[in-house]
């Protein structure tokens, strides 16, 4: 039996993740770079597209932000994009032009 998670291990699914993170790897969620996985914008369980490229975007994984130590995909869970709080950072801060 399929589980609604399979299209994760999909080639196709695969390909798109491939794709997206070639053209971008800055966090949706946080604004850095070197994301590593891509997640919905739009939850599939609220009616998003699981394999649609433009539902699809930059975001860090499990491992967190390497630069803000944020856990974007954690914090974001199955919410819309707009529902994320997305905060400014001291290290965003220290950085500077």
């Not at 390909?15 to 739009?42: E, F, M, N, P």
């Not at 939850?43 to 491992?63: E, F, Q, T, W």
Request: aromatic share 4%.
């Amino acid at each position: 039996m399929a589980t609604s998670r399979d299209e994760l291990v999909s080639y196709e699914y695969r390909k798109l993740r491939a794709q997206i993170l070639a053209a971008s790897d800055v966090c949706i969620v946080c604004g850095h770079g070197a994301a590593t996985a891509v997640d919905h914008l739009q939850p599939v369980s609220k009616g998003g597209a699981r394999l649609d490229p433009d539902n699809l975007a930059p975001i860090h994984g499990v491992k967190g932000c390497p630069t803000c130590l944020r856990k974007c995909n954690s914090e974001k869970g199955d919410r819309a994009l707009v529902e994320v709080v997305q905060l400014v950072t001291s290290v965003d801060w220290f950085a500077g032009p």
